[in-house]
């Protein structure tokens, strides 16, 4: 296990910055399991960092590594400088950004849906929440808007479990442009909070289109969808939470008819 240098502690300590983070093409991931999922997709790691104190704890978990991979062993004074976590697990990724995908690439012939569309999502925690449902329920892959948080935020990363390993996503998109070419190949489902038809199974060319949880979707946008979906409230309360929302839109999205007609 090696020793940092003061200039990769720098970098290492700066990848909280989305700037840091465009500019260098690397991330940070923290947790076992966040861990395990990046070393268990197709993304690259530059290196594996653990927490001297607890390097006993990840030993056996190490030797199962590439002898390629660097390890470094950090104080706990170092650690401090990358992670605000005030329990830290001891183990954290720098992982090595991909290409980014183009829009060709979700929607590729033959590929299979849905596709999960999302507009200006600003709260990590929820983004995160989204990829993680995402990947559960069967998504093909996630486009995000412009106005919307990195999706390499650690703590997008760390909502997520790992999942943003594993769903395929381009970002920074314009939705306005973007729409009517998903529209080509896709059913485009927009989340209403006021109007449309109640949620219900769909094929897998459908795309499922949702807005932040603090102002939904425009009205520029709900006109370019091919259906709108609203969930009626039976009991009480303001609101549900957006990840709440598009849970139930996600699963009714990807049941399939035959279920749903054998329900009581």
């Not at 499922?208 to 370019?224: A, D, F, R």
Request: net charge positive; aromatic share 6%.
């Amino acid at each position: 296990m090696q020793n940092p240098s003061k200039a990769q502690l720098r970098l290492w300590s700066r990848l909280d910055k989305v700037k840091t983070r465009e500019e260098t093409g690397l991330f940070l991931a923290e947790g076992f399991k966040v861990v395990q999922a990046l070393l268990e997709s197709r993304w690259d790691v530059q290196a594996l960092l653990i927490l001297e104190e607890k390097k006993d704890r990840w030993a056996a978990f190490c030797e199962t590594l590439p002898v390629s991979l660097p390890l470094y062993g950090l104080t706990r004074k170092e650690w401090k400088g990358l992670t605000q976590d005030v329990s830290p697990e001891g183990i954290l990724a720098v992982g090595i950004t991909p290409p980014r995908l183009q829009l060709a690439d979700l929607m590729a012939k033959g590929a299979r849906g849905p596709l999960l569309l999302l507009h200006e999502i600003n709260n990590p925690g929820n983004l995160g929440t989204l990829v993680r449902t995402a990947l559960w329920f069967g998504f093909a892959g996630v486009v995000l808007s412009q106005g919307s948080v990195d999706p390499l935020n650690p703590k997008v990363i760390r909502a997520a479990m790992g999942s943003i390993f594993h769903v395929p996503f381009l970002f920074g998109a314009d939705l306005s442009k973007v729409l009517p070419r998903v529209k080509e190949n896709f059913h485009v489902v927009g989340s209403s909070v006021r109007t449309g038809t109640l949620p219900h199974a769909c094929g897998e060319k459908t795309a499922l289109l949702l807005g932040s949880e603090s102002h939904g979707l425009p009205e520029t946008l709900l006109k370019l969808t091919d259906e709108q979906w609203h969930i009626p409230r039976r009991g009480v309360g303001e609101s549900l939470s957006l990840p709440q929302a598009a849970a139930i839109l996600m699963y009714e999205c990807v049941r399939s008819a035959p279920s749903r007609a054998a329900r009581p």
